[in-house]
């Protein structure tokens, strides 16, 4: 006779199962993170000044205005779309609809992806909902800091899979249709469109093989057409294919993902289970296996992509984990309803936790204001007030900020639009210049470059004995300009609000 505990517990890894408990599971989890990690992206900055450009002239830029440096003769940006997108909202309330936007994003792309999970392979047991739980925290890094471009990636994508899924259920070409006409807007908001077509091959794939006849394989011909409505035409797909097969040896979240921490080792650790699933699965579908291990490969290969994997475990590989984690709990044996006991207490507590946090920032949500502590605010705003104009040397991460702030007085030696407009030697070339390790290579690239003025995250001692002087510091940023520049200050007054532009 079980007791009242293991009642109570059993009835509440019961209401787990049901869809909406998940759904507010997963996204009281991902919120209660999010309201920890209020740092604004490092490429925020440079997206919305897009965006600016974009209302502004009325037009798409072709040229880029910001940097100083040397830049690719076209400026395609595969972003400038989620650029306007979230200059209108930064304009309408700041900090407040930045973060509210993507809270919302983050909610519709999990709903979407629970509803396709559903579709595809109905109630999930108690085990595939706390695995569903884990992935989608796995995910959590797509909504970190305020927002990025690649949330309409992911928000699309689990789109097309709910799309798909219903597709299978009711034999409706509609659901297939409304994918081409959701392509423009992917295409030109993020170039993580070309994983839209990729799902898409697989989808066709499998369900042709259901029906015994070729089907809708000319979705990805039309979507694929679909992409050709932006303002670069043909030219957009010729810069796709090449950011797409670049190396990015400077940028951590492009490096493969290695199993030696317990982060790490989650991918790994989800794939044996899987894979374990599947070998002793009655039925197993093929085509369904290429897709998962694929977006296995494409999150283990590039850190920023293991997402896709946790995606296509929710949906296609569900079935799979049930089977598999039945498998590895046989062992266990009786002792395996207790685990599951004590785990819902211990959830409980956490959710409980969660609803704490996220209330009292509700609550508080009125005064929200991002953090900045990541950039040179201080610096940026000493020299708008004591320099009329310039070219400023400043590193990847921080260009953005400084670009959005400065400009068009001043401008950058470089920014976190890597792939659009910079070359990967102006990267190193910027590096050498803002490092006091090679004495002769920092004069060289600093030679090359020639800024009117420095703004470095850290002191640089090896200035001291040429030219350049320091100007300003706070104790973490530093300004340096050349002996010979005059400063006094040019500008008082209240400082700019943060998302009112100059230009």
Partial sequence: MLTKFEADADRVSSAAQRFYVLFAACVLALFAKAVSRLAADPDLFARIAMGRLVIRDGRVPLQDPFAFTPTKPVWIDHEWLSGVVFYLLAAFDGDRALFAFKAVIMSATVFFLLKAQRLRNGPPSFGVAIFTLVLTLDCFYLWAGTVRSHIFTYFFLSLYYYLFERYRRRRNSIDLAWQAVIMPFWANSHGGFTLGLILQAFYCASISLDLKKISCLWLPIVTTIATLLNPYGLAYWEYIVEALSMERPSITEWAPILPFSIGGALPYIFAAIFLTGWLVARQRDFVTFAAVLFFAYCGVRHERLIALFSFSLVVLGAPYLHSGIALWARPLGGLASKIR???????????????????????????????????????????????????????????????????????????????????????????????????????????????????????????????????????????????????????SGETRPLWIPKF
């Fill in 341 to 491: 006991r004590v785990l819902v207490v211990v959830l409980s507590f956490i959710f409980v936790w969660a609803a704490t946090l996220s209330a009292t920032f509700i609550a508080s949500f009125p005064s929200f204001s991002l953090s900045l502590d990541l950039y040179p605010v201080e610096a940026v705003e000493w020299l708008e007030r004591h320099a009329q104009e310039g070219d400023v040397l400043i590193d990847f991460n921080a260009g953005s900020y400084a670009l959005w702030r400065l400009y068009p007085e001043f401008k950058v030696s470089i920014d976190g639009r890597y792939e659009e407009v910079y070359s990967q030697s102006l990267v190193d070339t910027v590096a050498a210049a803002l490092s006091c390790s090679d004495a002769a290579e920092q004069e060289r690239a600093l030679s090359e470059i020639n800024p009117d003025f420095i703004i470095a995250r850290a002191a640089l001692p090896c200035l001291e004995s040429s030219e350049w002087k320091e100007l300003f510091t706070n104790g973490d940023w530093f300004v340096y300009g050349p002996h010979r520049e005059h400063v006094e200050l040019r500008r």
